[in-house]
């Protein structure tokens, strides 16, 4: 089962900050974050573990709410190079690490 | 390192033929999968491994069949094509802890086009 992203697309001014939601109807064991550019593979952003645990991306920050069941990844003075698609990937527990994603944000930098 | 390769970059074929996407990863990685990705769909789990010999389906399995013989190689047979089938397809790898997949490196992408 798909987890649900928030919002579809979202346009920022160079500079500007943002925030992608990631929500799932089941329990995660995990929350992973990728970007992709158009035409090119996904790109592993972060990944965040049920009890705090996470490894990522320097700039990009994310919070994991496991009693909620969501996640949320913070774009925060944002840069053009930051533009393309966001997928989060849920791994529901006992799933053998299966990782499911959500249909993606797009997200537009302009300068 | 060369990561995650696929084979070919580009595919067309006509309803009703047979194919496999190959794909190798050289990082000794346990866990690999193959995704398709269409327009506004995201990225769906068509089938995955866990190890040599491990094979099992994900989200969308049907119309494809996937063998793990080796480590390194995890190819895609598509049995029968279907325009339905028109995609941009993904291979992905990673190291495997406590039932949860590591950070996946995914492969440059096949595009398939059925008529």
């Known amino acids: 089962q798909q987890p649900v992203q928030s919002p579809q697309a979202v346009i920022l001014r160079e500079g500007e900050d943002a925030v992608i939601n990631c929500s799932s109807s089941k329990a995660l064991y995990s929350v992973h974050w990728y970007r992709q550019k158009h035409g090119e593979a996904p790109v592993f952003l972060m990944i965040?573990?049920?009890?705090?645990e996470q490894k990522g991306h320097e700039k990009i920050s994310a919070s994991f709410n496991e009693k909620k069941q969501q996640s949320s990844l913070y774009l925060t003075a944002s840069q053009l190079s930051y533009s393309g698609t966001y997928f989060c990937?849920?791994?529901?527990?006992?799933?053998?690490?299966?990782?499911?994603f959500g249909k993606g944000t797009k997200l537009s930098v302009k300068p | 390192n060369a990561g995650v390769t696929q084979t070919p970059k580009f595919q067309v074929l006509k309803t009703g033929q047979s194919m496999t996407l190959q794909c190798a990863q050289d990082m000794n990685h346990e866990y690999m999968s193959w995704y398709r990705q269409d327009p506004g769909m995201g990225l769906r789990l068509i089938h995955y491994?866990?190890?040599?010999?491990?094979?099992d389906q994900g989200e969308v399995p049907n119309g494809y069949n996937v063998s793990r013989s080796t480590t390194e190689d995890f190819p895609l047979r598509l049995l029968s094509a279907a325009p339905s089938q028109t995609s941009v397809y993904f291979c992905?790898?990673?190291?495997?802890?406590?039932?949860?997949?590591?950070?996946?490196?995914f492969g440059p992408g096949t595009r398939l086009t059925v008529l």
């Open positions: 491994s866990v190890g040599a010999g491990i094979t």
């Open positions: 990937g849920t791994v529901y527990g006992g799933s053998q690490g299966n990782l499911i």
């Open positions: 992905a790898s990673s190291s495997y802890f406590s039932g949860g997949a590591d950070t996946q490196y």
């Open positions: 965040l573990l049920k009890g705090g």
